[in-house]
């Protein structure tokens, strides 16, 4: 059997049955475009290549829950966004956090008005890691937060319409919409003051 | 509200003439030739009045949009609004609409919303709205500068590429995959199942297999009876004797392991502290017997987790037990 002529959902049916092949040709489809998106998340190669490991290994034990109703990219992106955010979000309890506005009524507003002060100074290797995501549109990408980073990522990078993305990030279409709008507003005031 | 018949001068001869319902029909069904649309288009952004009408016009249209093709012509459209009679309901009805516009119109003369102009540039503007962003965009260098910020911003997303992970990822998932599947197939099945089930699982199934177990257990059986009976039936020896002799012993052994050790690693502290232990422990012949206890129940235990996982789990119902070994 030639597996990589069949689509993902039979490679995905093949992979619930225990064949080595089907998981092979599914991680050899998806390895660079995971691993891409975790890359640009984390900002740090080793890490990126810890965490899209760890996703593929949770997506493959977990292969059987897999609902080929859904389309399996939208599956093992919503694996490995979330592995990803996971962690960011752990991350995060150890950088220095300045609260969010006082007058923040709902969770979701505090951590809009929350900046975000992360310890600063560069390693010999996150400059590695800089000359890779080094240009001024990968920088301006880094200074979003996770989410609008990921609805950009997913757009542009992968080229995912709307309503995939909405799937991917389990948001609503509207949602998703904002996020995209609001991060593009974000990343062109970030460039314009970069040009400056 | 703008007064539209008002309309003030100052403007090319040209540019006075109104737009004709036929020619917003036309600009709005993309049948105006270039020069009649740019005419027409700079017209209207200087225009209020055909600038509402144009709204109204469009409103009409996303109104019938949906049965475009099975609706009524446009001409239909247009005898309608023609053909209004000046009725108090009518006219405030077109009124009603025409404010609405208004308000809705003045927002979009002013300049267009970043939202609007990433969906623009996107290309997730419905086709008539096209030409009202476009209309905008040739009268307002502001947005026309915005627009071209903004594409720059689209080129730039546009060349990020997919970077590829470090030589060897594949092969480390797939090893990391193939060893976590053989752990899965390992797993004892005897996890899922309860207690009870387990040590049922344990007993004998077959009267052979009784046997079996009743022939090796017989003869340890039967020389811890001889023993026991021999040394009770000793008229010297109590069950009290037996103790005090047995934690005597116990702590006798206690004391021999830790002079040894005294003798041997004396000076690694670590074997020091194993010292202090047995020393406490052959003080207290009966915490030594609890350690012995719980030392066998750790064997027996660990030595039930091997049997269960070597010859058990082999011929059980665990669904990856055949697929992957
Ligand atoms: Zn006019
Ligand atoms: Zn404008």
């Known amino acids: 059997m030639d597996y990589a002529e069949l689509s993902d959902k039979e490679l995905a049916s093949l992979a619930g049955q225990r064949r080595q092949a089907a998981f092979g040709e599914l991680?050899?489809?998806?390895?660079?475009?995971?691993?891409?998106?975790?890359?640009?998340?984390?900002?740090?190669?080793?890490?990126?290549?810890?965490?899209?490991?760890?996703?593929?290994?949770?997506?493959f034990g977990a292969i059987g829950s897999y609902d080929p109703r859904y389309k399996f990219s939208s599956w093992i992106f919503k694996i490995a966004n979330n592995h990803t955010i996971d962690h960011l979000r752990k991350r995060k309890l150890d950088t220095v956090s300045i609260h969010g506005s006082p007058h923040a009524r709902t969770a979701r507003e505090e951590e809009e008005t929350r900046?975000?002060?992360?310890?600063?100074?560069?390693?010999?290797?996150?400059?590695?890691?800089h000359k890779e995501l080094g240009s001024q549109i990968e920088h301006a990408i880094g200074k979003l937060r996770p989410e609008y980073r990921t609805a950009i990522l997913l757009r542009h990078v992968e080229g995912y319409p709307y309503d995939e993305i909405a799937e991917i990030m389990e948001l609503p279409l509207g949602t998703v919409k904002t996020y995209l709008h609001r991060a593009r507003s974000e990343l062109k005031e970030h460039l314009a003051h970069l040009a400056q | 509200m703008l007064d539209n018949d008002d309309f003030s001068t100052g403007f090319p001869a040209e540019m006075n003439r109104h737009l004709t319902a036929q020619q917003i029909q036309a600009l709005l069904d993309g049948q105006l030739s270039d020069g009649e649309f740019a005419d027409a288009q700079e017209h209207v952004v200087f225009c209020a009045r055909c600038h509402a009408d144009l709204e109204a016009w469009q409103l009409l249209y996303a109104e019938l949009g949906g049965l475009a093709e099975i609706g009524p012509s446009s001409d239909f459209a247009a005898r309608v609004l023609e053909h209004l009679p000046p009725q108090e309901e009518a006219v405030s009805w077109r009124q009603r609409v025409r404010s609405w516009i208004a308000v809705r119109g003045r927002g979009a003369m002013e300049h267009l919303s970043p939202v609007r102009l990433q969906d623009y540039i996107e290309g997730l503007v419905p086709a008539r709205q096209v030409a009202r962003i476009e209309a905008h965009l040739s009268g307002c260098t502001a947005c026309r500068s915005d627009v071209a910020a903004w594409q720059g911003l689209f080129e730039g997303l546009g060349t990020l590429q997919s970077m590829e992970p470090a030589e060897g990822f594949y092969e480390r998932v797939m090893a990391q995959h193939r060893v976590l599947q053989l752990i899965e197939a390992w797993e004892p099945a005897a996890a899922r199942i309860s207690a009870f089930a387990r040590v049922k699982r344990l007993m004998p199934r077959t009267r052979r297999a009784w046997a079996a177990v009743a022939g090796l257990a017989m003869p340890p059986l039967t020389i811890g009876s001889?023993?026991?009976?021999?040394?009770?039936?000793?008229?010297?020896?109590?069950?009290?004797?037996?103790?005090?002799?047995?934690?005597?012993?116990?702590?006798?052994?206690?004391?021999?392991?830790?002079?040894?050790?005294?003798?041997?690693?004396?000076?690694?502290?670590?074997?020091?502290?194993?010292?202090?232990?047995?020393?406490f422990l052959s003080g207290s012949p009966l915490i030594a017997l609890a350690g012995a206890v719980v030392f066998a129940a750790l064997s027996a235990s660990a030595a039930w987790i091997l049997y269960a996982n070597l010859f058990h789990s082999r011929r059980t119902e665990h669904p990856y037990a055949q697929a992957s070994i």
């Open chain 2, 226 to 279: 001889v023993l026991l009976f021999e040394v009770f039936s000793n008229p010297a020896l109590t069950p009290a004797y037996l103790a005090s002799f047995l934690s005597w012993k116990v702590a006798e052994l206690g004391t021999a392991l830790g002079s040894a050790l005294m003798d041997g690693v004396v000076e690694s502290a670590a074997a020091f502290q194993v010292y202090a232990v047995v020393d």
């Open chain 1, 115 to 129: 900046i975000v002060v992360e310890s600063g100074g560069e390693s010999p290797q996150e400059y590695v890691e």
């Open chain 1, 27 to 59: 991680l050899r489809r998806y390895q660079r475009p995971i691993f891409s998106l975790v890359f640009r998340m984390v900002r740090d190669r080793s890490l990126a290549e810890d965490l899209a490991q760890e996703a593929f290994i949770r997506a």
